[in-house]
């Protein structure tokens, strides 16, 4: 087993938020993984089952409830706002809409610069070289840094923020559906570079998604979340080859089949999915995680 500390581990974080006076979201419950050095942590699940907010546990745009989120060993909750600054550039995130995600009046050469001004790392002309270099790294002409967001496309737009997100040199990135809203061609080439930088920078990816075809592509290892817990956790071959939980199983199931003589006929998934909202002063059942292989986790049932 290996000594070296990962990268970011979680252990029994949680976060509720409230619904109404008598009520609370359990968003996230009793979630314990960790992501090592320049591997690709995938999250997936449907909506609403809490994989945005672990990332953002992660990164700190919130404070969990309880639970520590350990960065290099160090539990950033606990940090001020002086103090988590310069942690802050150990870790990135590139949001699902790239449009949204840009400020539409500003051109992107100076939104990418942005970070580089913030952290006092580079101004004027050499943040332009900086933006330069960044642009060429993600397939960006540098004669576009003084367009607008809207004189891309979106898989231009989402290397603008891939750029913006290295700016940095973070370790950890954060890939909140980054690819989810682009065509598939263009998600095959946002892949492709997310993996190349990958290789070439020891990149480490939290990547969150509900496309399983995309995370087959992207991961070595594999989180099914529901209801805001963790149900299986592996190996990418684990998860996708031997799932042993309900859940996961479904999820692959559901996976599209292109080629008509592969399909077959699927039993029609019934019910309503329970509501995360829990009325104040209760919740929901924290589930046991058992290993049944080696570094095969999965909730009992």
């Not at 990135?173 to 809203?181: K, N, Q």
């Not at 008509?260 to 309503?272: A, C, W």
């Amino acid at each position: 087993m290996s000594t070296v500390e990962p990268l970011v581990r979680v252990e029994g974080v949680s976060k509720q938020f409230p619904a109404d006076g008598r009520a609370w979201v359990h968003a996230v419950m009793k979630v314990s993984l960790h992501i090592d050095h320049g591997e690709t942590l995938a999250v997936v699940g449907e909506s609403g089952c809490g994989k945005s907010t672990l990332a953002n546990l992660i990164i700190r745009l919130h404070d969990p409830d309880e639970g520590p989120v350990l960065l290099q060993g160090l539990d950033i909750p606990d940090l001020g706002p002086r103090e988590i600054r310069p942690h802050r550039k150990t870790m990135q995130i590139i949001f699902q809409d790239p449009f949204a995600s840009l400020d539409p009046r500003v051109r992107v050469g100076k939104a990418v610069a942005e970070p580089l001004r913030v952290h006092g790392i580079a101004t004027g002309e050499a943040a332009n070289e900086r933006v330069g270099e960044l642009f060429e790294l993600v397939g960006l002409e540098q004669s576009m840094l003084r367009n607008f967001p809207h004189q891309f496309s979106g898989g231009q737009r989402q290397r603008v923020c891939i750029a913006r997100a290295l700016a940095l040199n973070p370790e950890l990135v954060i890939a909140d559906e980054a690819v989810s809203a682009l065509d598939v061609s263009v998600q095959a080439q946002v892949m492709n570079l997310m993996l190349k930088l990958q290789q070439e920078r020891g990149l480490s990816y939290l990547f969150i998604s509900h496309d399983l075809a995309v995370v087959e592509r992207i991961a070595h290892r594999v989180a099914v979340m529901y209801l805001g817990q963790v149900v299986e956790l592996g190996s990418r071959e684990q998860v996708f080859t031997n799932p042993r939980h309900s859940y996961t199983a479904r999820l692959l199931e559901a996976v599209p089949i292109a080629d008509p003589r592969q399909r077959r006929e699927r039993p029609l998934l019934t019910g309503e999915i329970p509501s995360p909202v829990w009325p104040a002063g209760t919740g929901p059942e924290v589930v046991a995680m058992v290993e049944v292989e080696p570094g095969h986790l999965v909730a009992e049932e």
